[in-house]
């Protein structure tokens, strides 16, 4: 099975407006951590945010928030007030607690003018 | 610091050649990894050590080679390429205690063979 799953291979959003990415994972151990990365057309990996499995609260760094359903095992990335900029590949990724990552297969958010 | 580092940016072999892909971390982190990205299939785990002396194999890792000499350096070799080979080579590191930055990613070195 999938540790994580991205089912949006592409998405598209206006500007200024805001666009959820969705992530489910699946994993056993009680504690792990959840992490969005950016990936623009330069190829470098962009760490956004960070949830951990028992933090009570949604995780928030400016305009990225993720929303957190730890019944659901659902990590998406909400992205407010969507900016050209942020058009790139977006990755959900899971640290288990062995400290071994693993990744989705990305979601392609193309922001349109 | 210069984070993670990954040499060469660039590389073209031919099928049969023998390569080294470089990584190099500063930050004294116990954890590293090399992942290949190919369009569709996200990144996926070659290789990682979780210190000095210590490698595994993760999801991928037919056709290549690491070791881990020092803490700074995990340099990943691939023994015979083939054009499978071809993709974005990825080396990130982590400390051992989690942190809430996830993994440090180097600049990636895209590997074409022919």
């Known amino acids: 099975a999938q540790k994580i799953t991205q089912t949006q291979p592409g998405m598209f959003v206006q500007e200024k407006e805001a666009v959820t990415l969705d992530c489910t994972y699946d994993t056993s151990d009680p504690s792990y951590g959840l992490f969005w990365y950016k990936q623009p057309s330069s190829g470098e990996m962009i760490f956004l945010i960070y949830?951990?499995?028992?933090?009570?609260q949604n995780a928030t760094e400016g305009r990225y928030s993720l929303n957190f359903q730890k019944a659901r095992k659902s990590a998406n990335l909400v992205i407010s007030a969507s900016q050209l900029g942020d058009s790139a590949m977006y990755f959900c990724?899971?640290?288990?607690?062995?400290?071994?990552?693993?990744f989705g297969t990305g979601t392609s958010l193309t922001v349109i003018p | 610091n210069a984070g993670v580092t990954q040499t060469p940016k660039f590389q073209v072999l031919k099928t049969g050649q023998s390569m080294t892909l470089q990584c190099a971390q500063d930050m004294n982190h116990e954890y590293m990894s090399w992942y290949r990205q190919d369009p569709g299939m996200g990144l996926r785990l070659i290789h990682y050590s979780v210190g000095a002396g210590i490698t595994d194999q993760g999801e991928v890792p037919n056709g290549y080679n690491v070791s881990r000499s020092t803490t700074e350096d995990f340099p990943l070799r691939l023994l015979s390429a083939a054009p499978s080979q071809t993709s974005v080579y990825f080396c990130a590191s982590n400390p051992s205690g989690g942190g809430v930055l996830g993994q440090y990613f180097g600049p990636g070195t895209r590997l074409t063979v022919t």
């Open positions: 990724a899971m640290r288990e607690a062995g400290n071994q990552f693993y």
């Open positions: 949830q951990g499995s028992y933090d009570q």
